[in-house]
């Protein structure tokens, strides 16, 4: 049972990684690209993000409900980089909708775009900072410290901004090989290649330094990912799918640049979970909270089964008819009345 | 600031906005398949105006409501961690099923927003349908799970722990129903009056306009009908505070003492030093009536609580006052609208008619804030009803106030912003006769 909602969970954040990490993505797009880009990104976003963010509240849900105490250390000692994240989430998502729903085409577009690419670039950052802190173990077992100890030390160096740096590259990237697909002119097209190929180049340096520095640490990320044989294949796949991906946007099959690189960010992530797996939260004092001693009484994870299993079959052909509906059908009924 | 102090601000702030937008969501979509519906059925261009102006309004307010949802989930456990430690186990279920719903609602009104070219008119239609189904139940779990603050059960509370966990007894507890039909009418009724008053204030503008009239014609139909249920909802949740949390209906009465048999007090204020309530009106027998059934029942008063386990009395029942009487103007206003448009229809085309709509436009929402001020005030100190103090529960991080601050402006700034751009949405329709969106 708490192998299966684990399941459900790595699902989750993985698919919120693939498709909302993209959403982030495009407003980082628009950071790099400015006004050339701005009609296809939004045009690609507006109907999707939300159903998007929702992935994101299954994951915090199925947290609190199956891992409480896993939910309360992160609120407790990451309070800080989890209130700018969700800072962000509203900039994000309010601006966005301002500036798609505004009647009026005036000068205030541009504080709204302003907001919305600022807000995609931060809250990815600080999610990849929380992830690190999460990873790199120095959340402390107790609150008994100074204000800098117990709140901003665990998050707060070099490591977790690497893997802030990554996560918002990643976005980045999955977004510029995304939107090659909705390109409509070659123009855009070529702005967003040259993007892309800046944010692969970036993503393959700050991957290698998250290994560098965790040996810095005292982390040893290559032994423990040494260890797993899953996670040696997760970053081989990762790795050379590299070249494949780069093929299939230079000829323009953008459905399977977009399959190669959702096979790539998935292998990230699930070499991630690999690394991590049982364990929730390595806690400064060596202990752990992994999913069996963080796990709610059975009867709460039953029941959470339960209403996973109807949740998906309700939610994955829902979702999949949208993804159909604005993704794959042919594009040429965007009429303007 | 006291660090309680700044979370417990926080938290109400984060309420209070989020509130408003959660009832426009539960209620707009409904608004928008009707007047989609009508569209179809009569063929008439007003109404697919009407459908598509509203889908804008749902989209903004959608937005809003989604990101400040997403913001309270988080500060459930930013602001409350020991709460959510011992309660995320028990009332967990409602909020996984709410997120279920919710996922169906952002995908349906995805599909309704903008493919409004891209499905057939029967999906397009039936997507609609889906936001306004899967936002009501949304709201019931969430507020299921509200309800089980107030009337915890489905666990044993031993040693600080909590054992025996039983999540769907804690779902389905004393206080669910009456909480979520009050919130779910009041949430029809306070989007629906503000709908018509909008309207009616356009109307006055632009005289027998066919797109303001249809509106006003859909959504006070709807809200008519909410404010008349709506006090028959009120009793039925009286009677169960009254059982359940008598020291909530103590404060919201302003009754000191245990009296057999209690009068009921209007207006009045309170005072908690000397135990009684000053310039109220007393009808006599009738709280005993309101809170069981019987004019010469016992009531009991807040003596039988120690002081220390007082809610702030004051803030009760004043927050009490100002609902009930918002909902009586509301009721009122929707039994002269059925009287109305059933006889002496000219009285609907009258200025003091569409006058008065427009006074009524925040009143539902003024009495949806005090409601909800009520719930949660009037259950201080307790965050869990007798089970835990809101203090306890408290984040051990210090320095609170600055998230409150940023919390308070970020919302402050969002209120005048949505304000703003809706008055330009509406300015628009006149604007541009056409109603033209360069998206959809």
């Not at chain 1, 100890?149 to 690497?162: Q, Y």
């Not at chain 1, 702005?191 to 290698?208: C, D, E, N, P």
């Not at chain 1, 990762?238 to 070249?243: D, E, K, W």
């Not at chain 2, 006052?321 to 609907?348: A, D, N, R, S, Y």
Request: charged share 15%; with cysteine; glycine share 8%.
């Amino acid at each position: 049972m708490t192998e299966f909602i684990i399941f459900v969970l790595g699902v989750a954040i993985l698919l919120y990684v693939l498709l909302a990490g993209a959403d982030f993505g495009a407003g980082i797009m628009e950071l790099v690209t400015g006004k050339k880009g701005i009609d296809t990104i939004s045009k690609a976003i507006a109907p999707v993000w939300e159903a998007n963010h929702v992935w994101l509240i299954l994951a915090v849900v199925i947290i609190f409900n199956g891992f409480p105490s896993v939910f309360t250390t992160l609120t407790i000692y990451l309070h800080i980089p989890l209130f700018i994240v969700l800072v962000g989430i509203i900039f994000r998502g309010t601006a966005f909708t301002f500036r798609y729903y505004d009647t009026v085409n005036g000068n205030y577009n541009k504080y709204y775009t302003l907001l919305f690419r600022i807000s995609s670039l931060f809250t990815p950052f600080f999610l990849g900072v929380i992830l690190g802190a999460i990873i790199l173990g120095r959340i402390p077992a107790n609150v008994n410290g100074t204000f800098y100890d117990v709140f901003i030390f665990p998050w707060l160096n070099l490591f977790t901004f690497t893997t802030g740096i990554f996560l918002t590259l990643l976005f980045g990237w999955l977004a510029s090989v995304y939107l090659i697909g909705e390109s409509s002119d070659h123009e855009t097209y070529q702005t967003f290649m040259k993007k892309s190929r800046l944010f692969l180049i970036m993503l393959v340096i700050s991957g290698l330094s998250i290994f560098l520095l965790a040996e810095l640490y005292g982390l040893s990320l290559f032994r423990k990912f040494a260890h797993s044989a899953l996670s040696i294949g997760c970053v081989v796949v990762a790795t050379a799918v590299i070249p494949l991906i780069w093929r299939n946007i230079k000829r323009r099959n953008s459905l399977q640049a977009r399959l190669l690189v959702g096979v790539q960010a998935a292998c990230i992530v699930t070499g991630w979970f690999a690394v991590q797996f049982p364990v929730m939260i390595f806690i400064a004092d060596g202990s752990q909270l992994t999913i069996w001693n963080s796990r709610a009484p059975e009867k709460t994870m039953f029941l959470l089964v339960i209403a996973l299993i109807i949740g998906i079959l309700l939610i994955f052909p829902a979702f999949a008819y949208l993804f159909k509906v604005f993704k794959f059908d042919s594009h040429n009924d965007e009429t303007i009345n | 600031m006291d660090d309680f102090l700044a979370a417990r601000l926080q938290m109400t702030v984060s309420f209070v906005f989020h509130i408003v937008f959660a009832c426009i969501g539960m209620t707009m979509p409904w608004l928008m398949f009707i007047a989609e519906l009508k569209w179809i059925r009569t063929g008439q261009k007003v109404y697919q105006d009407l459908a598509k102006a509203w889908a804008k309004g749902v989209a903004i307010f959608f937005a809003v409501g989604a990101v400040s949802g997403t913001v309270l989930s988080f500060e459930l456990g930013l602001l409350w961690p020991k709460f959510m430690e011992h309660a995320g186990p028990i009332i967990g279920m409602p909020f996984s099923w709410e997120g279920t719903a919710f996922f169906m609602e952002a995908i349906a009104l995805g599909v309704f927003l903008y493919g409004r070219n891209r499905v057939n008119k029967r999906i397009h239609l039936i997507s609609g349908l889906v936001v306004g189904i899967s936002g009501v139940i949304s709201g019931i779990f969430v507020v299921a799970a509200n309800a089980w603050m107030n009337s915890p059960s489905g666990f044993d509370w031993v040693n600080g722990q909590a054992i025996n966990i039983d999540p769907v007894r804690a779902m389905f507890n004393e206080a669910w129903f009456q909480q979520a039909l009050h919130m779910t009418i009041a949430a029809f009724a306070s989007t629906s009056f503000a709908v018509a008053g909008i309207h009616a204030f356009m109307l006055l503008r632009y005289k027998e306009n066919e797109f303001h009239r249809k509106a006003i014609g859909i959504s006070l139909a709807i809200g008519a009908i909410a404010a008349i249920l709506q006090p028959i909802s009120g009793d039925i949740s009286a009677k169960n505070v009254a059982k359940l949390q008598p020291a909530k209906l103590a404060a919201m009465e302003s009754l000191f003492k245990t009296s057999r048999p209690a009068s009921l007090v209007i207006g009045g204020i309170p005072n908690e030093k000397e135990e009684k309530v000053e310039y109220g009106i007393h009808i006599p027998n009738l709280l005993s009536f309101l809170a069981h059934g019987d004019f010469n029942a016992e009531v009991e008063g807040l003596d039988k609580t120690s002081k220390d386990n007082w809610p702030p009395v004051p803030i009760v029942h004043f927050a009490f006052q100002i609902m009930v009487m918002m909902g009586m103007l509301m009721m009122g206003t929707g039994i002269l609208f059925l009287i109305f448009t059933f006889k002496w229809k000219e009285h609907l085309h009258k200025r003091w008619w569409l006058k008065m709509l427009v006074w009524l436009t925040p009143a539902g929402f003024i009495a949806v804030e005090a409601g909800w001020i009520v719930t949660e005030v009037g259950r201080q100190p307790w965050i869990i009803y007798g089970i835990m103090k809101t203090r306890e529960a408290v984040t051990p991080m210090p320095g609170i106030q600055y998230p409150f601050y940023m919390i308070t402006l970020i919302y402050l700034m969002l209120t005048f912003l949505v304000f703003w751009l809706m008055r330009r949405q509406i300015l628009a329709i006149h604007i541009n006769p056409q109603n033209s969106n360069i998206h959809d």
